[in-house]
């Protein structure tokens, strides 16, 4: 196994434009999250998963963004009409949940610039 | 919102020297976790502490938590320049069904 992959490494769009973003987590690992985190800031929690079930999504993410994890395996976050603040890196990570949280393994983001 | 506050921000040292971090957090925890990251990269995982531990070591990284405090430190001895990153905690509050709260980080510069 690689790792955690994402996909595109980097995209730039127009202020209006939708984009979505693609994870593919480890294969075994139940539980995938998404952050997204701008520059000299922490990662902000936006949203995760349990198999294909959505835990929770931030009450700080507006209504143009929206994640999917089909089959429980790869995940897509999109982000619909994209305003030039949602310019961020987005990460992805997955980990194996055993009733509490254990060793997430994060992939390389997608920085996103809105132009 | 962020569970985890690092301090300092940023932390300035010469090589060999030891380095601390702390991180104070607000709610009660099942675990709490370090994290480092490179300008620009993933976040890669360090050591992860259960709340009935109070000290972790893994090589050159030392750990403490105090769960009466609500705080923990990670203390990385006779650093190296190649330990220049940013270090972030992240918690796993309790029944919060496993979710991780990174804080704002602490910016390590290791000079040669």
């Known amino acids: 196994d690689t790792g955690v992959s994402q996909n595109p490494r980097h995209k730039i769009t127009k202020r209006g434009q939708n984009v979505t973003f693609r994870c593919d987590p480890i294969?075994?690992?139940?539980?995938l999250y998404w952050y997204r985190q701008t520059l000299g800031q922490g990662p902000e929690f936006l949203t995760y998963f349990q198999n294909e079930a959505q835990l929770e999504k931030s009450r700080l993410l507006s209504d143009r963004f929206s994640a999917e994890r089909p089959k429980g395996s790869f995940s897509t976050l999109e982000i619909q009409r994209t305003e030039q603040g949602d310019s961020a890196m987005y990460l992805c990570?997955?980990?194996?949940?055993?009733?509490?949280?254990?060793?997430?393994?994060f992939g390389q983001g997608t920085r996103l610039t809105v132009v | 919102s962020q569970q985890g506050e690092e301090d300092p921000q940023a932390l300035s040292i010469q090589e060999g020297e030891n380095a601390t971090m702390n991180c104070s957090y607000k709610t009660s925890i099942n675990n709490l976790q370090w994290y480092r990251q490179n300008s620009g990269r993933g976040l890669v995982h360090l050591i992860l502490i259960r709340s009935n531990e109070r000290e972790k070591h893994s090589g050159r990284l030392r750990v403490t938590l105090d769960t009466s405090k609500k705080s923990s430190s990670l203390l990385i001895t006779a650093s190296r320049a190649a330990d220049t990153a940013s270090y972030f905690c992240a918690t796993d509050a309790y029944n919060q069904g496993g979710k991780l709260i990174f804080g704002q980080g602490t910016e390590l510069s290791v000079k040669p």
């Open positions: 990570a997955s980990s194996s949940y055993r009733g509490v949280s254990t060793e997430a393994f």
């Open positions: 294969s075994e690992h139940n539980r």
